[in-house]
């Protein structure tokens, strides 16, 4: 993934609009608007880059002309790695959500800005030169995705026009270092019910996990005693089941007795009585 030397950068703009799932998702809407702005300035062709499983949502943002009238998509898949490296390594920069992507576009130094949401905030922040971050902080942040809403408050916050602005910030600078842009735009009203709704959840979730492991272990322990009980019982049917073969022996042996039949045996002698 080494980027290969060569002239300038071809004058497209690489985006990275999908992540993982959609609680860690920037809208597209935004995203679009944020490509369209920084396009038009840069004189850039968008070029959308994400996995064959985002396929469908994505040829859909495009007919609807979220990102312009004619953006190039570029689909991949794991085995495709090296050709869409080579493809983001010469773009003129990037924009996206955080992803392995945005990453990539940041080892070969591409100017661009990327968009944080609060799973793991500042763990993936920008790290290289000329790569901007931009984060809206509310209360909640550090959940691991495990969001206490249905929407990411977090990245929904985050309006196109800061996005453009750390892109111009981190196309511009010369200073060697990463960049972040953090913005406030939520007021105390909504920050309190984030930081609430957030106590309560991570509460809900912390019983949650206490109820399993005590779950757990109460399987663990009935599946032991489980083992137990059926050894047990596998020795006690050894025990019964020569228990009646010998009152089987001892009964034909009173039945021949009765019967007069019965002949004691003889002892064996031993050698030296011999």
């Known amino acids: 993934l080494r980027r290969e030397p060569g002239g300038p950068p071809s004058a497209e703009l690489a985006v990275f609009p999908l992540a993982s799932s959609r609680i860690n998702r ?3 809407a935004a995203m679009g608007e944020a490509a369209l702005r920084i396009a038009a300035a840069h004189q850039l062709e ?3 880059v994400s ?4 396929r469908p949502e994505l040829e859909a943002a495009v007919a609807d002309g979220t990102f312009g009238p004619r953006p190039r998509v570029v689909i991949g898949t794991p085995e495709d790695v090296p050709a869409v490296g080579a493809r983001i390594a ?3 920069g990037y924009l996206g959500i955080e992803t392995g992507l945005v990453h990539l ?4 130094g591409i100017p661009g800005a990327t968009v944080y949401g609060g799973g793991y905030w500042p763990v993936y922040g920008p790290w290289a030169a000329r790569s901007a971050g931009v984060v809206a902080p509310i209360p909640c942040f550090g959940c691991e995705w495990d969001c206490a809403f249905d929407r990411p408050f977090c ?3 985050v309006d196109a026009g800061s996005v453009v602005a750390a892109f111009e910030d981190a196309f ?3 200073s060697g270092e990463p960049l972040v842009r953090t913005i406030d735009p939520y007021g105390a009203r909504e920050r309190t019910i984030f930081g609430t709704a957030a106590a309560v959840h991570r509460a809900a979730q912390q019983d949650r996990s206490a109820r399993l492991t005590a ?3 109460l399987r663990d322990m009935l599946a032991r005693y489980t083992r137990r009980i059926r050894a047990r019982n596998r020795k006690a049917d050894a025990v019964l089941a020569a228990l009646a073969a010998t009152t089987a022996r001892t009964a034909r042996r009173l039945d021949a007795a009765r019967a007069g039949d019965f002949r004691p045996q003889t002892a064996r002698r031993l050698p030296d009585e011999q």
């Open 51 to 54: 996995g064959e499983k985002d």
């Open 155 to 157: 990245l929904e916050g």
């Open 215 to 217: 779950i757990t272990r």
């Open 90 to 92: 010469g773009a003129a």
């Open 46 to 48: 968008i070029v959308l």
């Open 105 to 108: 576009a940041a080892a070969y």
């Open 26 to 28: 920037w809208p597209l």
């Open 172 to 174: 511009a600078d010369e």
